[in-house]
């Protein structure tokens, strides 16, 4: 498919006629630009309006109502007013016209659609005759799907800067169904499945028929068993096959899960030195808690050391004052001898030695006071009790001081620690316990999901074969039933053949399906280092393509990095993906016989990527169209590239006019 001409009248923003011409063959690049809001995305809806008759495009971030027609032109007549768009465009050497028109009007201060209309024709004889082919919308339709499938549209028209093509092809499900479903029309894959069933089905409606006809108990009897084993055979694979995209949707679950504990070892490794530093940082200020509570235990005895100075005056003067009176003993000492008539002090016998009684009764006479010496014995000793107290006191005292200002040091210490390692983790306690519980529970559920799959696949292999095997059992026993009438020998012959097509088609699908995704494979590899920076070049050692056309990037240490690239990085892959696929489809040509339809396609690349782009992408495809904004095409970066490479056929500005409208203006390089 190669874009000529685009007429535009009364369409969005562009009052009146308006055309352009797309540039094909050696200067084959076409730059439309403009400021934001000119109308560039005014040209895309338009491309799309024509082909698809679409009033919405995928980009759209709501569903708000959009009018195609001008709304200068309703707002200012009052009238019914129509937009039209007319593409030319060229496929397989034949030329062809799609025009679309819309009437709309505008009553109370609301826009309505009064009619939609379609036409599809070629032109014969070197666009000298013209044949209208139809103008049924719906046949319109057909028509334009037949070259362009519209499932497969987002391949060639996009806009750059929201293509999500990566994370249908990466993640499975229903975006990557329906991609892989456009890869398959694309590549044709779709229309030998389609051939596939009909033979088949046809084979099936024929053996019927015959066993009908036939009349032979025993056919039938056969006919039917077919029957049920073709429906079991259909559904067992059916079954394997959902397993299969089951696998390999577990598999990238478990690679991903795998890529996250090694893109986070070193935090966790981290976490758990961090750990172990903080229990112990609890242990010590558990220990120094019960040394202080110790010391704190010792405050009231430590009072002694208060007056420790004055202990030792007290107990001098105690002293003095003992050796200064004459009643250095206590008088119960000396009433307690007289009256047990022994010394209470060295055991002597008064009765024996009177003199000594005598001596006794002398000093209990001159007895002065009668308990200071009684109380001076019991201060000097307190006194010697007390300072021998403080001295323990004072060594416990240093004990818990000096066990203190240890604990206080390990503890100052792992602080340290612990504040240098925290600095060192990235991620947060919650997404360290994520990957933990993802490394000790989900990753073992997920590879245990793909054994217990994979065991499921075999066993759905063995109930197949099983079941081929007896298909062919009773197609052979069908052909051995005898059959008189010619006519019916030669309809036998004929489902026979039908059932062989039909298995040659399926070979040809399996055969055909491997080699394309081997081929995309490879010329994806091809096409993206050619656009792609060296720096990139480093970072990404291999691409691979699974058998559900989904796409993993193998960094170089083995593991998928599809999750960590850029935008722009993802960009480059997409184009990749789609100018590889366009390739196969191609069949061997040199280029691609379709156009390559980019809005905003420089937003989120470099000027590396960039200026690889503007070389390589004009050799890899039949016609590349940009809608550019001035910050995507500057005289300092990618004019002098365009113009060094002499590939720019045309050129248009969309210029903004006061009254709101834009202008299709042609310009040079």
Not at 213 to 238: H, V
Not at 587 to 598: C, E, Q
Request: glycine share 4%; aromatic share 6%.
């Amino acid at each position: 498919m190669q874009l000529e001409k685009l007429k535009i009248s009364n369409f969005r923003q562009f009052e009146g006629d308006n055309v352009l011409e797309f540039g094909y063959g050696q200067q084959n690049v076409t730059l439309i630009k403009g400021t934001n809001g000119a109308g560039k995305t005014g040209i895309f809806r338009a491309i799309m309006f024509a082909l698809y008759g679409d009033h919405y495009l995928e980009q759209d971030t709501t569903r708000e109502d959009i009018h195609l027609v001008n709304s200068k032109l309703l707002n200012s007549t009052g009238l019914p007013m129509t937009a039209t768009v007319t593409l030319y465009f060229r496929h397989n050497d034949v030329s062809y016209l799609i025009k679309r028109s819309l009437t709309e009007f505008k009553s109370d201060n609301k826009t309505s659609v009064a009619t939609e209309g379609a036409e599809f024709g070629k032109f014969l004889a070197d666009k000298q005759q013209y044949q209208k082919i139809t103008d049924n919308i719906d046949q319109v339709r057909v028509e334009v799907n037949n070259i362009l499938p519209q499932n497969i549209r987002k391949f060639f028209f996009f806009d750059a800067e929201k293509l999500d093509l990566l994370s249908g092809l990466q993640n499975g499900g229903s975006v990557a169904k329906s991609i892989k479903t456009g890869v398959f029309d694309l590549l044709q894959l779709s229309n030998l499945e389609t051939a596939s069933k009909v033979f088949n089905q046809a084979a099936r409606d024929q053996s019927k028929e015959l066993s009908n006809q036939l009349g032979d108990q025993q056919f039938k009897e056969l006919e039917d068993k077919i029957e049920t084993t073709n429906n079991d055979l259909s559904r067992l694979r059916e079954e394997k096959s959902q397993i299969i995209d089951e696998i390999e949707t577990a598999k990238k679950e478990e690679e991903l899960i795998k890529q996250q504990i090694a893109q986070n070892r070193d935090d966790r490794a981290q976490a758990e030195i961090l750990k172990n530093k903080e229990e112990t940082l609890s242990s010590e200020r558990y220990a120094l808690n019960e040394v202080i509570n110790e010391a704190i235990g010792r405050i009231d005895d430590t009072a002694i050391d208060v007056v420790l100075g004055s202990v030792d005056k007290a107990g001098i003067k105690v002293e003095n004052i003992q050796n200064q009176r004459s009643d250095k003993f206590a008088k119960a000492i000396l009433t307690e001898s007289l009256n047990n008539k022994v010394c209470a002090l060295c055991g002597n016998d008064l009765s024996a030695h009177p003199e000594n009684e005598e001596h006794i009764q002398v000093l209990l006479k001159k007895f002065q006071v009668s308990e200071i010496s009684g109380v001076l014995n019991i201060v000097s000793n307190s006194l010697m009790s007390a300072n021998s107290s403080s001295q323990g006191i004072q060594a416990a005292v240093t004990r818990n001081y000096q066990s203190i200002v240890n604990h206080e040091d390990k503890i100052n210490k792992l602080e340290h620690e612990i504040e240098q390692i925290g600095s060192q983790i990235t991620m947060s306690q919650n997404e360290l316990k994520n990957i933990t519980n993802k490394e000790q529970h989900t990753l073992p559920n997920v590879q245990s999901n793909i054994s217990t799959m994979t065991e499921k696949i075999g066993v759905k292999k063995d109930q197949i074969t099983k079941l081929e095997n007896k298909l062919q059992e009773l197609e052979a026993q069908q052909e051995q039933v005898q059959i008189k009438d010619n006519n019916l020998k030669v309809k036998r012959d004929a489902v026979a053949r039908l059932k062989r097509i039909g298995k040659e088609i399926d070979q040809i699908i399996d055969t055909y399906s491997t080699y394309s995704k081997e081929q995309l494979e490879k010329q994806m590899k091809v096409i993206f280092n050619q656009i792609i920076t060296a720096e990139d070049r480093s970072l990404i050692s291999d691409i691979k393509i699974s058998n559900n056309f989904e796409l993993s990037v193998i960094g170089k240490n083995g593991m998928s990095i599809l999750n960590d690239i850029s935008m722009g990085q993802s960009q480059m892959l997409s184009l990749a993906f789609i100018t590889a696929l366009a390739t196969v489809a191609s069949k061997g040509r040199n280029n691609v016989d379709f156009p390559l339809f980019m809005d905003t396609p420089f937003g989120r690349l470099d000027v590396e990527n960039r200026t690889n782009l503007i070389k390589n992408i004009p050799n890899m495809t039949s016609q590349w169209v940009l809608l550019v904004t001035d910050t995507e095409l500057t005289e300092g970066t990618e004019l002098p590239v365009f113009k060094q490479e002499n590939r720019v056929g045309k050129v248009y500005s969309l210029n903004k006019m006061d009254d709101g409208t834009t202008k299709i203006v042609p310009e040079e390089i």
